[in-house]
């Protein structure tokens, strides 16, 4: 069965320090990887996605995500964080070929400080 | 930027009442989704409505939900007994096509559904 993971609930940061949010997944097959934000009172905001092809994405407000097969992880990186990063960011798989569930983890709340 | 919009934002009602949530997708998409956040939880699938009829659903969906999309524009999700656990944050999300393609759904605020 799919699953994600997120092992951390809350990651601190300086501002300006580089951030990584974690995730690791288990789904068979090649997955479809995904990061969302959610601001408060907001819905979720796509982020970016891994697909196929080069292992590190990009995506939107300077974040970027390496996936690494081999450790199943699909961790989301900023080099320098802002105040405004600060939110819930949820890490999604959805198995390649079938419908379009997407399978959240638990969220990981980032945290930064001025 | 379009973007997926719901109706009400806050939604209470009694245990045992009928309560319907909307949305709107983007106008253009051709898959719909409902998900929902229990409190402090997860963020778990319910269904996946394609061409009309629902694609997938989960364990979670059962004959007390059902959707539909009544006309071109809106779809809704109805809750036909609600119960007290069925509080949660729901969410509708779009996406623009095919399940092999990967696309990234859209989603939208979310109707906070309070069951007293």
């Known amino acids: 069965a799919q699953s994600v993971a997120q092992p951390e609930d809350q990651v601190n940061v300086a501002e300006g320090n580089p951030l990584t949010v974690k995730c690791t997944y288990s789904v068979s097959g090649n997955p479809y990887l995904f990061w969302y934000v959610q601001y408060p009172n907001r819905g979720l905001q796509f982020l970016l996605k891994?697909?196929?092809?080069?292992?590190l994405v990009k995506g939107s407000y300077g974040f970027e995500a390496e996936f690494n097969k081999s450790q199943t992880s699909f961790h989301l990186k900023k080099p320098s964080a802002l105040v405004s990063d600060s939110a819930l960011y949820f890490c999604?798989?959805?198995?390649?070929?079938?419908?379009?569930?997407?399978?959240f983890g638990a969220g990981t709340r980032l945290a930064v400080h001025p | 930027e379009p973007e997926v919009t719901q109706t009400p934002s806050h939604q209470v009602t009694q245990m045992g009442q009928e309560v319907i949530l909307r949305c709107v997708p983007i106008?253009?998409?051709?898959?719909f989704y409902w998900y929902r956040q229990i409190l402090g939880q997860k963020v778990e699938f319910l269904v996946s409505f394609y061409n009309n009829e629902i694609s997938e659903k989960s364990e979670i969906f059962d004959d007390q939900f059902s959707v539909e999309r009544p006309d071109g524009s809106n779809f809704t999700l109805k809750i036909r007994s609600t119960k007290l656990e069925d509080s949660a944050m729901y969410f509708c999300?779009?996406?623009?096509?095919?399940?092999?393609?990967?696309?990234?759904?859209?989603f939208g605020p979310g109707t906070r559904l309070t069951v007293l």
């Open positions: 999604a798989v959805r198995e390649p070929g079938g419908y379009n569930k997407l399978i």
């Open positions: 999300a779009s996406s623009i096509g095919l399940a092999g393609r990967g696309d990234e759904q859209f």
């Open positions: 891994y697909i196929t092809g080069d292992n």
């Open positions: 106008s253009n998409h051709l898959y």
